[in-house]
Nanobody, 131 residues
Framework: QVHLVESGGGLVQPGGSLRLSCAAPGLNLGIYSIGWFRQAPGKEREGVSCITVSDGSTYYAESVKGRFTISRDNAKKMAYLQMNNLKPEDTAVYYC????????????????????????WGQGTQVTVSS
């Protein structure tokens, strides 16, 4: 069910940075793995970065390694995606999801299917990288 609220998207020039936030009001974030996915027009949804709850292990898609950083603050019920050195190909709608039953970061990020298959998801935030 939709329960998460993403924010922080916008228009940025190539090489710029954005920090996406994902709010999970009323949820115990401490029992969920968190994933950030993105979908560009005409392309399949892509798992960008995921983080587990058990040991905080992370996964990054090859396309964003070294540029994006995922983090979580369970006490504040927030997740974040710091995006640096943005490129035009990063343009997409970014979604965060919570999942209790998939506790491996790579497994979460490579899970196919609609967002509705996860425990919680958001409406997404648009990121546009353009000069």
């Amino acid at each position: 069910q939709v329960h998460l609220v993403e924010s922080g998207g916008g228009l940025v020039q190539p090489g710029g940075s954005l920090r996406l936030s994902c709010a999970a009001p009323g949820l115990n974030l401490g029992i969920y793995s968190i994933g950030w996915f993105r979908q560009a027009p005409g392309k399949e949804r892509e798992g960008v970065s995921c983080i587990t709850v058990s040991d905080g292990s992370t996964y990054y898609a090859e396309s964003v390694k070294g540029r994006f950083t995922i983090s979580r603050d369970n006490a504040k019920k927030m997740a974040y995606l710091q995006m640096n050195n943005l490129k035009p190909e990063d343009t997409a709608v970014y979604y965060c999801v919570l999942e209790h039953w998939i506790q491996a970061a790579q497994a979460l990020c490579t899970t196919s299917g609609p967002l509705e298959r996860f425990d919680y998801w958001g409406q997404g935030t648009q990121v546009t990288v353009s000069s």
